[in-house]
């Protein structure tokens, strides 16, 4: 993992909150790289990776931004399952639009959701967790990136 | 016009349902797995397929595979996150009609229903 490997992330995010409304802009802070606990935050999607590079990418976010964005898709009512359904597609999409950079050989699983901070997930140890910060609407949420 | 939907996402889903409204079409369906798509489009024969990749169970291309065993004019037009050419062209040589890349610009994605349908 490198700066320019991470840039196709902060792109891939920019890309999906500006899909949702293009006059509310997405702000990204610094990433950083967080070698002890992961910030898992409400509700976390997790896309597990393989190929050439192994490991993972998740989006974490608390309820309350993941239910402004089901407002702005138009869903009602908004319910957890639908909240679930939402942060796995986000991280499948932030995982799927890295294969622009990273080619067919990043493979992708299907989304595993995790609610309460709690995740259940065997991160290879070699991995460095790369957190990029992500605000939209006063409201924080994480991109992990997690890979060999 | 009938519609078939598939994704394993339902926000997905629906987002498609709405940004794809008109009277135009008559019926939708919606299929959250690559198995239960084959199945309804076996059973109806559907104008337009809007089709996914990445599924649990059996992914998008075999599922496409299988519609265009049932039907080689079928019209499948794939939504899909993976944002590499690769995928795109092999999907197209597979006999896709066309391919979107997620998110989903809901303009882009009812020019394409657009085109799908002139032809």
Sequence with gaps: MNDQDIQVFISGIRRYFESLRKDLKVVIEPPFIKEDEKPFLEYTGIIGISGKTRGAVCFTANGVMLENILRFLNEAPINGELICDLVGEIANTLSGNAREEFGRDFLISVPVVSTGGEVRFRFPKECRNYVIPIIWQTEKAYLLVCLT | ?119
Aim: glycine content about 6%; hydrophobic content about 45%.
């Design chain 2, 1 to 119: 016009m009938k519609l078939l939907i598939v994704d394993d996402s339902s926000v997905v889903r629906r987002a498609i349902e709405r940004d794809l409204e008109s009277g135009e079409i008559t019926e939708v369906d919606q299929a959250a797995t690559g198995e239960d798509a084959v199945r309804l489009y076996g059973a109806k024969l559907h104008d337009v397929v809007t089709l996914d990749i990445t599924m649990p169970g059996m992914d998008g291309l075999t599922c496409l595979d299988k519609i265009i065993e049932i039907n080689p004019e079928a019209r499948v037009l794939i939504i899909s996150a993976l944002r590499d050419k690769a995928t795109a062209i092999d999907a197209i040589k597979r006999g896709a009609s066309g391919f979107l890349c997620k998110p989903i610009n809901p303009s882009e994605l009812k020019e394409a229903f657009d085109l799908l349908i002139e032809d």
